[in-house]
DNA sequence: CCGCCAAAAGACAGCGCTACCATTTTCTTG
DNA sequence: CAAGAAAATGGTAGCGCTGTCTTTTGGCGG
């Protein structure tokens, strides 16, 4: 006898079915799919399993079946807020599924994101969301052979892995460094911080914008590979005016940037927008609210994460969309941060 | 013949053990506790499982073991930022571990709460990482059921169900708010939101602070049960300064607020510290880069996390701490917003 | 009242792994 | 070098559930 005697653990499967006199599989099937009984038999094991505090063993059950209730999500940080929002909708959405969400974090590093992917795969999740388009080659086989819906959030961009949900971020940018150049803002300078692959595509929008408006000079632009930080903004700021003196606006890759710039010229009494216009990206609460009104550029990010799980949880359920790329858009909000300057 | 025959599918722990030439039991002994194998076995298995692939199936694992690698994460909230942090250092404890952590989202609700432990009791989890002290009855009897080890985080307090990382809010608000008394400050106002039970023992603290000062007076003290935010904070600094225009001072039961009741100051043209002081709580980034920096206490929400993460780990290694009720204190940062008014 | 068909219920084996115990091998030591 | 202890390894069954197929049941027309 290799193990101790039926202990007195937590109610199987098989008691629910004998208390409700069916069969397990019976009672299995109850679980998963009570159309397919009988009204009798249904509330029969309804009330069983309600009576003993039944609550099914989900290893067992992936075990058997061959596949989990789990979402598997890939993230690169927790420390950016965006992905905060991100997150509250994933997990909203989750909520009202069968689903449960797996989330990981991948520290920006695409190794790391490959070898977390592989992880997922041994789990058999029944779907998958990953952060942005720029997967390894290998991430990209690992997704492709793990046959189940995957979703890319964050960004569009040319050749799904399977679906996306995200907005152009260098139509963003272009946009945001437009309109400060409708202001007949000359002098717009870049700020960036961490630099990863969405950042770079504003950054690419902006040049492009200024490169449009014969305006585009390299000392205009500064950037780090520092970890984005509200006190970085007011660093750059600095170091940004003594390349250029004569600056005019700002564009910063991120709220958090915007509202150090904004604190740094308090400072040194530099007046928004007379001097100086500032516009943000990603449009967090607090550029409503700050003193001036800070402009940026709001994002759907809860919107991204609670539909990447709807979409996900439809196509498991064999409902492809109809599109597979879902292009959430931007809008930009202009705030007294960057009004005319006689205005 | 109920099922097809053998798929093709992943590889087995029976696969690499053949591969290896041992029992399928050595190898997988290999994956659990590889020191109680012999270094030619174990490196036979090493690299049989490298060269097949090999990713133990997790269900088959959890079936067989009874037990998983799951911390169990209940939290209160995604958009307080507050929980960001102390999720970033549970996540970042358990990366360097082998256990995977399961996040769940209480919204506040302890009714919530105990239908979410007891979804997780049925998995099992290694561990559980509870938010606060303010369990249901029956949450606690389901917690005590578990059989696994419990840290209760973000507070200290009377009777752990198991352990606790936290500090004590009321200490907390009470030191605060003597802090702004010695300052020479006499109308100080507190404002909170959400008044969830952490925020309740902050305004007990405010409250017999004020009381030891014979400075008490309840039209001071403004709360609303909707969740905080930004533009909050100057709504409700609008409404106090409503009932108490002699307010000289603000203890905000968070940043956010704080941050949103120094933007309204600027607006009405309220000098900071000289017309009002301002005293936030949690200090977050912002708090020391606003102009003026504000005050705030500082709590050691990462580390609330990440120490929740290794108590748990150690206990469920059979190494259980000296003490189950780890205080990891606050600080009092004192900034311009609470300076003295001739400063 | 029979036969037919669809729907409902059941039988059975096995998903991939590990607990438990038995057995074999290796190490100590008088 | 024998004998006992300790370490390493293996055999077997079963964790709790579900996929597949088979059997039973019930409804209905003739």
Redesign the pocket.
């Known amino acids: 006898?290799?193990?101790?005697s039926?202990?007195l653990?937590?109610?199987?499967?098989?008691?629910?079915?004998k208390l409700a006199?069916?069969?397990?599989?019976?009672?299995?099937?109850f679980?998963?799919n009570p159309?397919?009984?009988?009204v009798?038999?249904?509330e029969r094991v309804e009330s069983a399993a309600k009576e003993l505090g039944?609550?099914?063993?989900l290893?067992?059950?992936a075990?058997?079946?061959?596949?989990t209730e789990v979402i598997g999500v890939l993230i690169p940080s927790l420390t950016n807020n965006v992905f905060n929002d991100v997150l509250r909708g994933i997990y909203d959405a989750s909520e009202g599924s069968r689903y449960t969400i797996q989330f990981v974090n991948t520290r920006y590093s695409i190794l790391q994101e490959e070898k977390l992917l592989r992880l997922f795969q041994a789990q058999k999740p029944a779907g998958l969301i990953v952060t942005g388009i720029n997967q390894t080659e290998e991430s990209r086989a690992v997704m492709q052979a793990m046959n189940c819906p995957i979703v890319q959030i964050m960004e569009t961009g040319p050749d799904p892995v399977d679906m996306m949900v995200g907005f152009s971020h260098y139509d963003a940018a272009f946009a945001a460094v437009s309109h400060l150049l409708q202001q007949g803002r000359k002098r717009i300078g870049f700020i960036g911080a961490r630099m990863d692959p969405r950042v770079q595509r504003r950054l690419e929008g902006y040049r492009d914008a200024m490169k449009a408006a014969s305006l585009f000079d390299p000392n205009l632009i500064l950037t780090t590979p520092t970890p984005t930080a509200m006190t970085l903004g007011g660093t750059l700021l600095a170091d940004l005016l003594a390349k250029a003196p004569d600056l005019d606006a700002v564009f910063c890759i991120n709220d958090d940037l915007a509202l150090g710039v904004l604190f740094e010229c308090q400072r040194r009494g530099i007046a928004i927008p007379e001097k100086l216009a500032i516009i943000g990206f990603n449009d967090m609460e607090f550029m409503a609210s700050a003193v001036p009104s800070l402009s940026s550029v709001r994002t759907n990010r809860y919107e991204m994460g609670r539909d990447a799980v709807t979409m996900l949880v439809e196509a498991v359920e064999g409902r492809r969309p109809a599109k597979p790329v879902v292009d959430l858009g931007f809008e930009l909000m202009i705030r007294e941060s960057s009004a005319p300057r006689n205005g």
């Open positions: 006898m290799p193990r101790k039926r202990k653990g937590p109610i199987r499967l098989t008691e629910v079915a006199g069916v069969s397990p599989i019976t009672a299995s099937r679980f998963r159309e397919a009984l009988s009798s038999k249904r039944y609550v099914p063993n290893a067992a059950r075990l058997a079946s061959q596949r």
